[in-house]
T-cell receptor, first 113, second 116 residues
Framework: GESVGLHLPTLSVQEGDNSIINCAYSNSASDYFIWYKQESGKGPQFIIDIRSNMDKRQGQRVTVLLNKTVKHLSLQIAATQPGDSAVYFCAETRDTGRRALTFGSGTRLQVQP | DTGVSQDPRHKITKRGQNVTFRCDPISEHNRLYWYRQTLGQGPEFLTYFQNEAQLEKSRLLSDRFSAERPKGSFSTLEIQRTEQGDSAMYLC??????????????FGPGTRLLVL
């Protein structure tokens, strides 16, 4: 399949290491944030979300941190596996009604076996 | 598989032709979105439906683009007089409602359009 994100920043990690992917969001009024994983030729896959009234949320092997002061979001992946290799996007939204997502530019994660 | 399906998965057309894409959201989801994604970029919002009502259209949605959701279930996106700049992945997403996990948008696999 075709590649997603040919010229994206790339994070290369060894299998088993922890990965940290960062994102700067643009709108201080955004109140809901989501991390998506996108593999080549596929649509974005939901990983984890967080609301603006929280600063940390944990899922299975993933943690999202939110720093509203500097408008920064990070995704931590524990014990990174080859299947985690993909492009990761953060998305933000406000307005409870429509909730159209604004996506960041994405980071390519490459996991070396 | 998120439960959102799109058809076709790939479409090659000549400049000036019309194309139509279909999205079937998760069955209980009444909110539906179309996004466009070009290589190296994140998806960009095009339009939003709540049930059958189209409530918002992005400025990216030129007059050549039209979207419908006639019965509040599946949706179609039509592009008339396609241009090479329309080449992109067209993504559909749906969500269940407002509040908590109901607000998560789930994406389909996309339709990759190539205009020659």
């Amino acid at each position: 399949g075709e590649s997603v994100g040919l010229h994206l920043p790339t994070l290369s990690v060894q299998e088993g290491d922890n990965s940290i992917i960062n994102c700067a969001y643009s709108n201080s009024a955004s109140d809901y944030f989501i991390w998506y994983k996108q593999e080549s030729g596929k649509g974005p896959q939901f990983i984890i979300d967080i609301r603006s009234n929280m600063d940390k949320r944990q899922g299975q092997r993933v943690t999202v941190l939110l720093n509203k002061t500097v408008k920064h979001l990070s995704l931590q992946i524990a014990a990174t596996q080859p299947g985690d290799s993909a492009v990761y996007f953060c998305a933000e939204t406000r307005d409870t009604g429509r909730r159209a997502l604004t996506f960041g530019s994405g980071t390519r994660l490459q996991v070396q076996p | 598989d998120t439960g959102v399906s799109q058809d076709p998965r790939h479409k090659i057309t000549k400049r000036g032709q019309n194309v139509t894409f279909r999205c079937d959201p998760i069955s209980e989801h009444n909110r539906l979105y179309w996004y466009r994604q070009t290589l190296g970029q994140g998806p960009e919002f095009l339009t939003y439906f709540q049930n059958e009502a189209q409530l918002e259209k992005s400025r990216l949605l030129s007059d050549r683009f039209s979207a419908e959701r006639p019965k509040g279930s599946f949706s179609t996106l039509e592009i008339q007089r396609t241009e090479q700049g329309d080449s992109a992945m067209y993504l559909c997403a749906s969500r269940a409602g407002t509040g908590g996990s109901l607000e998560t948008q789930y994406f389909g696999p996309g339709t990759r359009l190539l205009v020659l």
